[in-house]
């Protein structure tokens, strides 16, 4: 069982609206990520770190933002959501040089 | 960037059979490849790695191949069980070292028959 966790798993919200996801991991991880993923596309990565204060855009362009205070926290905000950020948000975190990836168990974002 | 093809959005196989699943990319040649499983609403969990100088990898009734010649990795489930219904993975890395973000591609979808 990974020790990698989201919240909040599922959340509904209106246009405009900040939001943070939050993500925590457990294992002392420097590597942490954020893909996105439609239903039934692949996963796309959006940011990711390789070290507190150390944050990269991905392949995918996204109007989120994160921030890496401290090792085992990686949130993800969007200042201001919009109907087209609908999407399930993954975390993830890895270690080593060809380390797997540990997925959380996602958070699914309605925008209305 | 890696463009990654994996063979049908979905494969209906029979309790029992052996399922195999194909990852196909079209440019440079990883150093490695890896296989995931995800389950609806989940994330997706890590099954096996393989690396470009090894031919095949095997963990339980799994078993991949890596064929860098072809560009193509294949997947195998001996004796599939109705649990093992799932969306497979594959995912590569970048090309050159130091770079550690995988490209993931849009998965294979296996249900088996009981």
């Known amino acids: 069982e990974a020790d990698i966790y989201q919240t909040p798993r599922y959340l509904v919200i209106g246009t405009g609206k900040k939001i943070t996801l939050e993500c925590s991991q457990t294992m002392g991880h420097d590597k942490m990520y954020w893909y996105q993923q439609d239903p039934g596309m692949e996963l796309h990565l959006i940011h990711y770190s390789y070290g507190v204060n150390s944050t990269e855009k ?47 168990e996602g958070s699914r974002l309605t925008v209305l | 960037s890696q463009k990654i093809e994996q063979n049908s959005e979905a494969l209906n196989i029979q309790e029992g059979k052996t399922a195999t699943l194909t990852c196909n990319y079209t440019n440079y040649s990883p ?4 296989w995931y499983r995800q389950d609806p609403g989940r994330g997706p969990v890590f099954l096996l790695l393989i690396r470009e100088n090894e031919k095949e990898k ?20 001996t004796a599939s069980q109705p649990a093992d219904s799932a969306t497979y993975l594959c995912a590569l890395p970048p090309e050159g070292a130091g770079s550690y973000q995988l490209t993931f591609g849009k998965g294979t979808k296996l249900s088996v028959i009981p």
Do not use: M, N, W
């Open chain 2, 58 to 77: 095997r963990k339980e009734r799994l078993k991949v191949t890596f064929d860098t010649t072809l560009k193509q990795s294949l997947f195998h489930i």
């Open chain 2, 31 to 34: 150093a490695y490849l890896q």
């Open chain 1, 58 to 104: 991905g392949d995918l362009s996204s109007e989120s933002t994160v921030s890496r205070i401290r090792t085992e926290h990686f949130p993800l905000t969007l200042e201001s959501a919009r109907p087209s950020h609908t999407s399930q948000y993954l975390c993830a975190s890895s270690e080593g040089a060809r380390g797997e990836l540990f997925f959380g």
